[in-house]
């Protein structure tokens, strides 16, 4: 089920201390990207690689592998693409700069805290 893999993605962003852990969704803007964005950052390329790494090993718990991968080799901006979900994880100063949550400014959104 949808929702139960979107937590686990948040919940799995949030064990390796993610900031700003954001879901997007994209499904009323009708585009053919996916259908949800998930997107949180960190203050080092070493966390956003051990965010990644953990996001990679709970989703694969559920029998879900990523379809595509970008970045892991810098630790800049991960992209771990599910097909009908994608994991943006970026190093602070860059989700401030591309600012990915403001081009899809009308999609419903919702943010994750720890438990």
């Not at 990679?56 to 991968?69: D, S, T």
């Not at 591309?98 to 805290?113: H, M, Q």
């Amino acid at each position: 089920m949808i929702t139960h893999d979107l937590r686990v993605l948040a919940d799995a962003m949030l064990d390796k201390k993610a900031n700003n852990v954001v879901k997007i969704d994209l499904r009323k803007l009708g585009t053919a990207i996916t259908d949800y964005f998930m997107i949180c950052d960190g203050e080092s390329t070493t966390k956003v690689a051990a965010i990644a790494d953990n996001v990679i090993e709970k989703m694969a718990e559920l029998g879900r592998k990523p379809i595509r991968m970008q970045g892991k080799e810098n630790g800049f901006w991960i992209i771990i693409d599910y097909g009908d979900i994608v994991a943006h994880i970026f190093l602070q100063q860059y989700r401030d700069f591309y600012r990915l949550e403001d081009l899809w400014a009308g999609a419903d959104r919702k943010e994750y805290k720890a438990k």
